[in-house]
């Protein structure tokens, strides 16, 4: 009889609670409206029950069947009984067809509440030691009973079933979890054991910026990119302690010379690797040669010049400044020459000390002192006389020369066109002819 029928007669039997029909003679027999099925109306899940026809006299035979389908097992037990395996949770409704001694056929129903079965939740798992960064290890606390897994889960409704083991790597901080599954009833537990933890991400490698500086500033370098929450530790360029508080910005202090530091982020015990800087520091050099004479030239002025011999012919961002003070006051920039050598000129109109720095990429030497002397362009008119000793071979003569100034000093030259002297002074005694000037 087809499961079709057997929902119609379960129908049927819903108003008509005695026997539905009968079939062949005697109206069913002794005992045929009396029939029932007994057992457990409530069961657990997995349970296997015996479920029998009572009474079981002029019983012929016993056909069993289930809504819904499939929801349980039967297994023989005997003509008026039968082993009942419940191995979903939730209401079913076992049936069966009774066939007596007279062919009468009878339809009994028993409906039976299945309870669910589920794993107890697993204990939180392990209070975590994270040593390492970047990475993390949760343990559980104890072990499964037979028949159940405890799976990790990443959300307290997960049912993954891919992790069982006792331990569980995880990369980033978070809460995790753990639920048991019993591999019987194939439900999961209510409840997860949870754990939070902490895990330290390794900063990335930063970036540093820095301005050059000239000699005797100090430099602020600046640290950034490490990544959330990261600090920066600062040090020298071959030292391993740091040299200053963990800070984004680091100050060099005063610097006469070039300089290299490193620096490395830092986010709990986790250290990126070092990066180097170097602060760049410029130290102008002093004008080399100085000179503030105006060799018989207009005694209204002199023309100051400083040299910077070490400058490379057509290098830019190079001048010189003069100071009529040592220090502070005003300053004025000159003519410059960039070849043969690195030359700057100035001009004044009175005597006294002028002063002259360098400057290199915006850095300014220390000053120095340039004498501004002012000479007459009065050329003196010369007479030379013999005042002693006769012109012949080989005797000794003296000249004397007269019509300079006050300040003249004379130089006696061997030749007209020396320009080294063989004397200085107003007189001079050889036995040659000699040619005399007088600046």
């Not at 018989?296 to 490379?312: K, M, Q, R, S, W």
């Not at 002297?421 to 050889?430: A, F, K, M, S, V």
Request: hydrophobic share 30%.
């Amino acid at each position: 009889m087809s499961q079709k029928i057997y929902l119609a007669i379960l129908l049927l039997t819903a108003l008509v609670p005695t026997a539905l029909f009968s079939q062949g003679p005697g109206g069913g027999g002794p005992g045929g409206g009396s029939y029932s099925i007994g057992g457990f109306d409530t069961v657990n899940q997995n349970d296997t029950k015996n479920y029998v026809i009572n009474p079981n006299t002029n019983v012929s035979s016993v056909k069993w069947s289930v809504i819904p389908l499939g929801a349980v097992t039967f297994t023989t037990s005997g003509v008026t009984s039968k082993n009942v395996t419940f191995p979903q949770h939730g209401n079913v409704t076992l049936y069966a067809e009774i066939t007596d001694g007279f062919s009468n056929v009878y339809i009994r129903s028993k409906a039976v509440t299945v309870t669910q079965i589920v794993p107890d939740v697993p204990p939180n798992p392990l209070e975590p030691n994270v040593t390492n960064c970047d990475s993390g290890t949760l343990t559980r606390s104890g072990s499964p009973p037979t028949g159940v897994f405890w799976y990790w889960q990443t959300s307290a409704s997960g049912i993954s079933e891919d992790n069982s083991t006792s331990t569980y790597d995880v990369t980033s901080s978070g809460t995790y979890h753990i639920r048991a599954y019993d591999t019987s009833t194939g439900n999961w537990s209510n409840g997860t054991g949870s754990r939070y933890i902490s895990v330290t991400d390794t900063p990335n490698l930063p970036n540093v910026s820095v301005n050059p500086i000239c000699s005797g500033q100090s430099a602020t370098i600046t640290a950034s990119g490490g990544g959330s929450g990261a600090a920066y530790e600062w040090y020298n360029a071959t030292g391993s302690t740091p040299i200053g508080p963990a800070s984004p910005t680091f100050n060099t202090g005063t610097l006469t010379a070039d300089k290299t530091y490193r620096v490395r982020a830092k986010r709990g015990n986790c250290y990126s690797g070092y990066q180097t800087v170097t602060v760049t520091v410029t130290n102008p050099l002093v004008p080399s040669v100085v000179d503030g004479s105006n060799t018989c030239g207009d005694p209204t002025e002199a023309v100051l010049t400083a040299v910077n011999t070490e400058i490379a012919t057509g290098i830019s961002g190079v001048k010189h400044w003069w100071y009529p003070e040592a220090t502070g006051g005003p300053r004025y920039e000159g003519t410059t020459v960039a070849a043969p050598q690195f030359t700057s000129t100035y001009t004044v109109q009175q005597a006294g000390t002028y002063y002259v720095s360098f400057e290199q990429d915006g850095c300014e030497s220390a000053r120095v002192p340039v004498v501004a002397t002012f000479t007459s362009n009065n050329t003196p008119t010369l007479t030379v006389d013999l005042i002693s000793g006769a012109v012949c071979e080989n005797d000794n003569f003296t000249f004397r020369a007269t019509g300079g100034s006050s300040s003249s000093d004379y130089q006696w030259f061997a030749n007209a066109g020396d320009t080294e002297p063989i004397e200085t002074g107003d007189t001079l005694t050889r036995t040659s002819t000699y040619a005399q000037s007088t600046n």
